[in-house]
C-alpha cells in the first residue's frame, strides 16, 4: 500500500510539473513572449559567377608549347635566353621600365627542374625572402608554389617591397616558371594551359 501511493504522489508530481510546463508555454505563447516565424523557402535563383579573366588576353607559344591569358592592359615582350634561361616572356604595362612593376607577369622556360636555381635567384637577386613553399600539381604535371617577398631596391620606380609568387611547372625536360603579384597568381595559373 505504501509502495502505490508512493507511484501515486510521483504520477501527481509529473502531472502538475507538465501541466505547469504546458500552462507557461502558453502563457508566454499567447502574451508574445514566445514567437514563431515560419520557414521561408529559398527559391534557388540563377546566380552567375563571373569569370574575372574572360575579358583577358590569350598570348600561346606553340615553340614551347604553352598558352596564358593576361589582362589587357598589359604588353608581352618575348625575350630569348634572358639570363640562364631558353625563354621568356613579360607582361608589363606599355612604358614601363624593365624592373619588376607590382602589375608584371613573366614567364619563363627553363630546360630542366629549376627549384634550386629559382630560389637562389629570389633570395639573392631580388634580395627576397621566401614565406612560403609548396608542392603543387596543375594539370597532372608536378610543381612548386613559392610565395615571396621582394627586397627593396635602389630603381626608381621600384623602392617598395612587393609580394609575389612564382609557380614552377614541370613538363618533361623544361620547367615553366610565372611570377606574378600574390593576388593575381591563382587567376594567372588558372588560364595557363600546355598546349601540343
Not at 613573366?106 to 625572402?129: C, N, S
Request: hydrophobic share 35%; glycine share 6%; proline share 4%.
Amino acid at each position: 500500500m505504501e509502495k502505490e501511493r508512493g507511484i501515486a504522489h510521483l504520477l501527481l508530481v509529473v502531472v502538475f510539473c507538465l501541466v505547469t510546463l504546458v500552462a507557461l508555454v502558453y502563457y508566454s505563447f499567447q502574451n508574445g513572449l514566445i514567437k514563431i516565424t515560419p520557414q521561408q523557402s529559398i527559391s534557388p535563383t540563377s546566380t552567375k559567377i563571373q569569370d574575372e579573366t574572360a575579358n583577358w588576353k590569350t598570348y600561346t607559344n606553340s615553340k614551347y608549347g604553352f598558352s596564358i591569358k593576361y589582362p589587357g592592359t598589359l604588353t608581352p615582350t618575348e625575350n630569348q635566353t634572358r639570363y640562364i634561361y631558353l625563354f621568356g616572356v613579360n607582361f608589363a604595362k606599355p612604358g614601363a621600365s624593365d624592373t619588376l612593376n607590382p602589375d608584371d607577369i613573366w614567364v619563363y622556360v627553363q630546360e630542366g627542374e629549376a627549384l634550386e636555381i629559382e630560389q637562389t635567384i629570389i633570395a639573392h637577386q631580388r634580395d627576397g625572402e621566401i614565406v612560403n613553399q609548396a608542392d603543387i600539381e596543375k594539370d597532372g604535371y608536378k610543381g612548386y608554389r613559392l610565395d615571396y617577398q621582394t627586397g627593396k631596391s635602389n630603381f626608381p620606380d621600384y623602392t617598395y617591397s612587393q609580394n609575389k609568387t612564382a609557380i614552377l611547372l614541370i613538363k618533361g625536360n623544361f620547367t615553366y616558371i610565372i611570377h606574378a603579384s600574390t593576388s593575381l597568381i591563382d587567376q594567372i595559373l588558372s588560364t595557363f594551359r600546355f598546349i601540343e
